[in-house]
């Protein structure tokens, strides 16, 4: 069946129950209209989690998750939304497509997809192939190397350890037995080609580390050296159309169950250190692959959690790899705390050596990311800590933490406040960035009526002409309430849901959600009393207006003028004392 995009999500949630889906991962138990069971999401027993089947939506009154099928099924499995889209689109027998199938655009894009399903193919193989190589008599080394490290067979099965051979072709060997293009493989980046046209294996003599994505299937190799050679000790797959470096993390898709329910990340640095912690029984550890912590990774992380623990070697590298990773995270609103490796130890060595009860018990000692930040600081000098707080504020994406942040900033670093909140505000005006306000918590009257608008416009979103008949979208002032605003009316009400963030999801579950009141008479109660409300507004700003008109023409001497201001103000109050 070939669908527009606009209605492919409109005949899933036709096609698919909820109920249905969210049964598959819990055990839901019916509660009158509702059906309910502890949250997936984080780690409780209290059957919290609440699923409307009517409404097709979930909510959790423990950790606040919410949404429809999209957002439960891309949650619990880990999966971007485009993912999401087309396995629950093959589940409910849509055939995605664009509404003019024979544009050289839908050409491209499914030699992109039939690209892509090549490689993946070519992967699985091989991982079989390092597999099966693993138990073979020429991985003695290799699996004394396992047993060595510790690694259980349960983690070597779990996470697919293989063993790439010494030879130079055994992978090319096997890849043209199975009649495999070499082409296609050295464009999979699973073998190299040299100047001579000779097909060569990328890993010989390592021990493989498979790197899946959330899909899972694998998409790149790591290969660890077993003998001391003038070798690089780690080498990785190179990108290619189905993995680019610093967008993925080791372990993650094995993790990310264990991520959601402890409600937290262990962000770690090297493929052993990713087994042990597993091995142990933290099966929320991922590892960033060889490189810093990237932006990409952060967005593919923070879909499970807003909580990190940051592991790191206590050497120089391993500071300041920590410092990078918390600017990146806090700046982004997320929360860390920073675990420094006791001095030559790494997480392999101090977890076998001196226990979990240890390991645990500098977990609960670690500093969160702002204090370990200022402890970095206070090592330098004076101009290089006002540049590292200046450069960090600036890149603060969540403007409510602004003024906490410089706060803490100034305390700790014994920095003006004052001198601090200016120089970022100005620099926020000058690159035509919103400046900090002083006012951090207090919720206004112009939020209380924001709210009063959107709680309307999201509860009956096919009357957001009557809403602006009374003047109500002119009359919002806060960022967050125009951005919904303007995505409630670009985007049809079947399809909003997709493209909120997660503040606007809660919202949006909050006014329609299972707990909601009830909507009913088409809204027109509430419209009445909206509108109640915007007459109050405008007569008020009317009021207000001409109060300050009359006032600064009592200097000018013209007495007429004075005079129709007057009248104009009484006219108003007047006319607010009858309509209340």
Wanted: proline share 3%; hydrophobic share 35%; aromatic share 8%.
């Amino acid at each position: 069946m070939h669908l527009s995009s606009k209605d492919t999500i409109r005949v899933i949630k036709e096609r698919l129950n909820i109920v249905d889906v969210v049964r598959r991962y819990v055990e839901l138990k019916p509660n009158g209209h509702r059906w309910v069971a502890p949250c997936p999401f984080h780690q409780e027993t209290k059957p919290s989690f609440s699923v409307n089947e009517e409404m097709g939506m979930f909510y959790c009154f423990g950790c606040h998750a919410s949404g429809d099928v999209f957002d439960f099924y891309s949650r619990i499995n880990g999966l971007n939304f485009k993912e999401t889209l087309e396995q629950l689109a093959a589940e409910a027998g849509i055939n995605l497509s664009h509404e003019h199938s024979d544009s050289q655009y839908e050409k491209n894009r499914l030699q992109e997809r039939s690209l892509r399903q090549q490689i993946i193919q070519l992967y699985a193989f091989a991982a079989n192939h390092f597999v099966q190589a693993l138990h073979s008599s020429e991985a003695e080394e290799c699996r004394a190397y396992i047993a060595k490290r510790g690694l259980s067979d349960d983690i070597v099965q779990r996470f697919g350890l293989g063993w790439a051979c010494r030879e130079w072709q055994s992978l090319v060997d096997a890849l043209r037995r199975a009649g495999v293009d070499t082409d296609m493989a050295v464009k999979a980046g699973l073998v190299n080609s040299s100047k001579r046209g000779r097909i060569y294996d990328c890993f010989r003599g390592r021990l493989i580390f498979p790197i899946k994505s959330l899909s899972n299937h694998i998409i790149a190799f790591g290969g660890r050296i077993i003998r001391m050679e003038q070798e690089a000790k780690y080498i990785n797959s190179p990108d290619t159309p189905i993995y680019k470096k610093g967008e993925h993390l080791y372990g993650l898709a094995q993790a990310r169950r264990g991520i959601t329910t402890k409600g937290r990340a262990l962000l770690t640095e090297g493929y052993m250190d990713v087994l042990t912690l597993h091995q142990f029984g933290y099966d929320n550890a991922v590892g960033v692959l060889g490189t810093s912590l990237t932006q990409d990774q952060i967005k593919r992380l923070s879909g499970f959690t807003s909580q990190f623990i940051l592991l790191f070697d206590g050497d120089r590298a391993g500071r300041k790899a920590a410092l990078r990773s918390c600017e990146l995270l806090l700046t982004r609103g997320l929360s860390c705390k920073v675990v420094l490796m006791p001095e030559g130890e790494d997480i392999d060595s101090f977890l076998r050596n001196q226990g979990q009860d240890a390991f645990e018990l500098l977990q609960s000692q670690a500093p969160d990311g702002l204090c370990f930040c200022v402890d970095v600081l206070k090592a330098l000098a004076p101009r290089e800590t006002v540049e590292w707080a200046r450069n960090f504020l600036l890149q603060v994406k969540v403007p409510e933490l602004v003024s906490p942040y410089i706060s803490q900033l100034a305390v700790h670093l014994q920095l003006s406040e004052a001198d601090l909140r200016q120089g970022i505000s100005n620099e926020r005006i000058k690159h035509g960035r919103k400046g900090i306000s002083r006012d951090t918590g207090s919720l206004s009257r112009q939020n209380i009526r924001d709210r009063e608008i959107m709680m309307f416009a999201v509860r009956y979103p096919h009357r957001m002409a009557d809403v602006q008949s009374l003047g109500a979208d002119l009359a919002l002032r806060s960022d967050v309430a125009r951005r919904l605003w303007d995505k409630l009316e670009a985007t049809s009400s079947d399809e909003v849901f997709q493209e909120l963030d997660q503040r606007e999801k809660n919202f949006w579950s909050l006014c329609r959600g299972p707990e909601a009141p009830p909507r009913n008479d088409n809204g027109d109660k509430e419209l009445a009393s909206l509108r109640r409300s915007m007459d109050n507004y405008y007569r008020t700003a009317q009021s207000s207006s001409l109060a300050a008109a009359l006032r600064a023409n009592i200097n000018t001497g013209d007495f007429e003028a004075d005079l129709d201001y007057l009248r104009a103000l009484k006219e108003t109050l007047e006319n607010g004392h009858e309509q209340s």
